[in-house]
T-cell receptor, first 112, second 115 residues
Framework: QKEVEQNSGPLSVPEGAIASLNCTYS??????FFWYRQYSGKSPELIMS????GDKEDGRFTAQLNKASQYVSLLIRDSQPSDSATYLC????????????FGTGTSLTVIP | NAGVTQTPKFQVLKTGQSMTLQCAQD?????MYWYRQDPGMGLRLIYY???????DKGEVPNGYNVSRLNKREFSLRLESAAPSQTSVYFC??????????????FGPGTRLTVL
């Protein structure tokens, strides 16, 4: 079983719509959760981190964590063409030497 | 702060050649990592160093060695490059303990081609 699973997409949404990205993880011992954005040919860029159950909002981005169901989601409101990228979900387990485990990413295209 | 820096940005090797990828961070992070990224495979951990003086294998360590030179620097060495090691290599760092989030930050990457 993979540590982190994401729907690879591609996901297409029209400009101005809400994009919803989902991720599940297998280890209940996972402690911290992250969303990275990666543009083609670039390195992953951290956009959201969440530690506690519930929602965390930062601008147009909202991360949601549900530890009981072992899923993390990212909502992007008012999607812009510049949001077109691959989004990587990651989890951190400090008790494994502070390792991070990544999903394979979801490709998002925002259509003007 | 430069964050995480990597050298070189691009490299072409012939099969059997050796090389070292360099990584440095100026964020006073304890932990450092080397990943490779291949199309459709996501990020795969090669080696990591949870703290200065320690290194551990990740998911795909074969063909690689690492050195945690000091708290700032973590190098990755390919002793005898193979075409299967053609990939994009990312170095990353994170803090351990203390802050709840332990956020991880990436360098710009090295694109390596082995002919």
């Amino acid at each position: 079983q993979k540590e982190v699973e994401q729907n690879s997409g591609p996901l297409s949404v029209p400009e101005g719509a809400i994009a919803s990205l989902n991720c599940t993880y297998s280890d209940r011992g996972s402690q911290s959760f992250f969303w990275y954005r990666q543009y083609s040919g670039k390195s992953p860029e951290l956009i959201m981190s969440i530690y506690s159950n519930g929602d965390k909002e930062d601008g147009r981005f909202t991360a949601q964590l549900n530890k009981a169901s072992q899923y993390v989601s990212l909502l992007i409101r008012d999607s812009q063409p510049s949001d077109s990228a691959t989004y990587l979900c990651a989890v951190n387990k400090q008790y494994t030497g502070n390792q991070f485990y990544f999903g394979t990413g979801t490709s998002l295209t925002v259509i003007p | 702060n430069a964050g995480v820096t990597q050298t070189p940005k691009f490299q072409v090797l012939k099969t059997g050649q050796s090389m070292t990828l360099q990584c440095a961070q100026d964020m006073n992070h304890n932990s450092m990592y080397w990943y490779r990224q291949d199309p459709g495979m996501g990020l795969r951990l090669i080696y990591y160093s949870a703290s200065e003086g320690t290194t551990d294998k990740g998911e795909v360590p074969n063909g690689y060695n690492v050195s945690r030179l000091n708290k700032r620097e973590f190098s990755l060495r390919l002793e005898s490059a193979a075409p299967s090691q053609t990939s994009v290599y990312f170095c990353a760092s994170s803090v351990i303990g203390g802050r709840a989030y332990n956020e991880q930050f990436f360098g710009p990457g090295t694109r390596l081609t082995v002919l």
